[in-house]
């Protein structure tokens, strides 16, 4: 590959131009290498953050984000692979009941997931709740896995575009998170590298969100189901909202539990109804039309798949799992019918607790976390419980009970509804 001045690239962006394939190529691959330097890296970052980038030029950085390592070979799996990416939220333990449901279906799907970071959860954070669950597979184990039970969810393997690793932790403290071009780019390299046939986007909108507006979300929706279509991956998004957490619980055991009543029948309803809602656009992309998630669900389908699934990565699906020393109550101090229960604030409150880590180093707490007792639009009196704090350590209480404050909101008439999913873009 002809070489470029790191700089000139740099400029080049910096002034608003276009990059061309080969200067995208050089610099992904010199950076990959070592050869460009970090600061280098995120002066082009915060660039494209400022100036954004054309379609062909999102297109080929996502190409060689994909070109820097390897990508996997699912044709030996014997089914059809689908698999979802959720632009992360709070509460948001969807993957959790999904991959086996959907397995259950018929089809495999390759979930290959992130730990959480700030005031999102991680899934392999949640599924280490469960006693002796392991994380890491080689690409054989995981190959096997997804033949055998047609479920997998675990740590992507170092050889999965490297590039990105390398650049999504540079972005994390260099405050070029938020730019379209390198979200897209970063989710849908990864995704295409994995070697998945189909996939459903499930991309977050509201203040638990990365992306607080519909129209910025609809922007990132659209370029990553091009990005997708254009590499031969049959790629659908939703929006849904995230202006409330999911279902009834934030943290890691507490969100376990919670998927496991869905795959009992039960739990909340926006969880199942948002896992259904996923898994029917999961199974028509992968040629499964006919296939009935609701019945996989009620008859024990999806539970015996679970079950299956958490065995085979060494985890008791039957094992009790950590429980919380200090709760600490939160009341509603008027009669009325709640009226916001902020996603971010809980978010936040949930991390203050210990269920999130503020650096990839930091451990998580399995117990900690933060339990719904109503939702908006319920009716409230005074003295009721509103949320419960839970955490390890008392010291983490107060911080995280001034977030739980003002996460809730109580007004005299119900709220309006808001809808879960907002707009589907194919
Ligand atoms: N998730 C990713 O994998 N990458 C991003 O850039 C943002 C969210």
């Known amino acids: 590959m002809s070489g470029f001045a790191a700089v000139d690239v740099i400029r080049a962006k910096r002034d608003g131009g276009v990059l061309s394939d080969a200067q995208i190529d050089w610099v992904v691959d010199a950076y990959t290498r070592g050869q460009v330097a970090d600061e280098q890296m995120s002066a082009l970052a915060m660039a494209i953050l400022l100036r954004g980038m054309t379609g062909p030029e999102i297109a080929r950085w996502t190409a060689a984000m994909i070109a820097s390592g390897e990508r996997l070979d699912l044709s030996g799996v014997g089914r059809p692979t689908v698999d979802k990416h959720s632009t992360g939220g709070v509460g948001d333990k969807i993957t959790l009941p999904l991959t086996p449901l959907v397995a259950a279906c018929g089809a495999a799907v390759p979930q290959l997931s992130g730990r959480g970071l700030g005031h999102t959860g991680g899934t392999l954070d949640k599924l280490e709740a469960i ?15 997804l033949r055998d039970i047609g ?32 979200i897209a780019s970063s989710i849908m390299s990864k995704k295409i590298a994995e070697g998945t046939g189909a996939l459903v986007l499930d991309v977050k909108v509201g203040s638990g969100a990365f992306m607080t507006s519909v129209d910025d979300a609809r922007e990132l929706a ?34 376990v539990a919670e998927s496991v009543e869905v795959l009992a029948g039960g739990g909340p309803a926006d969880v199942v109804e948002l896992t259904l809602a996923l898994a029917r656009e999961m199974l028509v992309a992968a040629g499964l039309p006919d296939a ?24 008791d699906p039957d094992a009790p799992m950590a429980t919380a020393n200090e709760i600490e109550v939160v009341r509603a101090d008027r009669d009325g019918f709640v009226d916001t229960m902020d996603a971010y604030a809980i978010g936040i409150a949930a991390w203050r607790l210990g269920a999130g880590r503020a650096r990839k180093e930091d451990p998580v707490s399995a117990a900690a976390g933060v339990v719904l007792h109503k939702k908006p639009g319920d009716p409230v009196r005074a003295g009721e419980p509103l949320l419960e704090l839970r955490a390890d350590d008392a010291a983490r209480i107060p911080a995280a009970r001034a977030d739980a404050d003002r996460a809730v909101t109580i007004s005299a008439t119900p709220p309006s509804r808001t809808p879960l999913v907002i707009d589907r873009i194919a």
């Open 222 to 255: 659209r370029t990553m189901v091009e990005l997708g279509t254009a590499h031969g991956v049959n790629t659908v998004a939703l929006l849904t909202d995230m202006s409330t957490p999911l279902g009834l619980t934030v943290g890691n055991a507490v969100e």
């Open 292 to 315: 009935d998630p609701a019945a996989a669900l009620r008859d024990g389908r999806a539970m015996d798949s679970w079950r299956a699934m958490i065995r085979a990565q060494g985890g």
């Open 131 to 145: 006693p002796g669950w392991r994380a890491r597979l080689s690409n054989d184990e995981f190959i096997a896995q």
């Open 151 to 182: 479920a997998v969810i675990c740590a992507a393997g170092e050889g999965l575009a490297p590039a990105d690793r390398k650049l999504y932790a540079l972005r994390d403290v260099t405050g070029t998170v938020e730019a379209i071009p390198l």
